[in-house]
């Protein structure tokens, strides 16, 4: 079986330059984005584990990536994976960049907040999912920032839609299942990493959707819904890096 990494938002709109300041773009060391992120407190961005490949500079302040107005770019100091992920697709899909200075908030950046405790989002709930992946399945990445509005999808709604398209298969632990199924609005390669929001705060973290392909998703039309890394169930494991502890 075929998991792709999420990268693009699709059937999505660009998001307005005053919004969503907590965004961050993961660059490797060449200078290009690989995933999203998104600025978790002064000197922490919070991604997906998988985008470890390479980071070596993250982007705050600009939902426009060619855009050189009041963008900051930052080395990354350190990162912190969670010592339980493998491989995409097996759970535990959550990393930490730590930054060499603290960023202090201003108009073009922002804290985003996290669950304080385990919680679980209700079947049907209105959250949004932003990135600079691609807009479709054969597209490119792009430029401006895109946020896309999804639904929450239940556990066994979204366990029994992956084991119907891939006999045997079972989510993997602590993930929350939106959009991507039933819709033509979700996620796409290029948007690893980034926020699912739900009323103001990051509550899911990009992870993957299914291939059809060796590193394709199918993403304008997915038969399966898009997956999420359940932040609240990683509270305790946050709070021991925030508080100077390793991962």
């Known amino acids: 079986m075929l998991l792709v990494l999420g990268s693009e938002i699709i059937n999505g709109q660009i998001a307005p330059d005053n919004e969503m300041l907590y965004m961050a ?3 490797d060391n060449r200078g290009y984005h690989i995933c999203g992120g998104f600025l978790v407190s002064e000197n922490l961005v919070m991604t997906a584990a998988h985008c470890d490949v390479n980071p070596r500079y993250v982007v705050l302040g600009n939902h426009h990536l060619r855009s050189d107005t ?3 770019v930052i080395q990354i100091a350190d990162k912190y994976k969670h010592p339980y992920y493998r491989k995409v697709g097996s759970g535990y899909d959550i990393m930490l960049l730590k930054l060499p200075t603290l960023v202090q908030p201003n108009k073009t950046i922002q804290f985003i907040r996290l669950p304080l405790r385990e919680m679980t989002l209700k079947e049907n709930e209105k959250c949004q999912v932003a990135g600079w992946g ?3 399945t054969y597209g490119n990445v792009v430029d401006d920032l895109r946020v896309v509005d999804v639904s929450v999808i239940g556990p066994q709604v979204c366990q029994n839609a992956w084991a119907q398209k891939v006999p045997g298969y079972k989510l993997p632990p602590n993930v929350i299942c939106a959009g991507g199924y039933n819709t ?3 996620f796409c390669q290029g948007d690893s990493g980034g926020p699912l929001v739900y009323k103001g705060m990051a509550v899911g973290i990009v992870s993957y959707n299914k291939a059809i392909g060796e590193n ?6 997915p038969d399966v819904p898009n997956v999420y890394t359940d932040i609240s169930k990683y509270v305790n494991w ?3 890096i925030l508080q100077g502890g390793k991962s």
């Open 184 to 186: 033509n609005k979700g």
């Open 134 to 136: 691609k807009i479709n």
């Open 238 to 240: 946050f709070r021991r």
């Open 216 to 221: 394709l998703g199918q993403c304008d039309y």
């Open 70 to 72: 009041d963008k900051s």
């Open 25 to 27: 773009s993961v660059l």
